[in-house]
């Protein structure tokens, strides 16, 4: 999947997280902001770089604005702003299970 425009999904309340994607031409580049960076930070880049590996996006700009989201919130929303980003392209949901 293409990231073709920005787009932005979740919010920054607690338990949340703000995800913002853009395009890159060169690269695939994850930004990881986070109150519980230190604790936590391997794992929300894990969880991060899964989904868009299952999205099959492999080049783009996606920042993260965590503010202590769980794993499930995480995919969901760089699925969310992926789609939004990628706009023309149909997503199979069943190849995120």
Known sequence: MKIIKQAVAGTLE???LLVKVKPNAS???IVIQSDVIKQFGKQIR???A???AKMDVDRGTVVIEDKGALDY???ARVQAAVSRGAASE???W???S
């Open 27 to 29: 690269s695939l580049e």
């Open 90 to 92: 149909t997503l199979d």
């Open 73 to 75: 919130a995480i995919r």
């Open 46 to 48: 894990s969880v991060v």
């Open 94 to 96: 069943g190849q995120l």
């Open 50 to 52: 899964e989904t868009l």
């Open 14 to 16: 607690s338990s949340d």
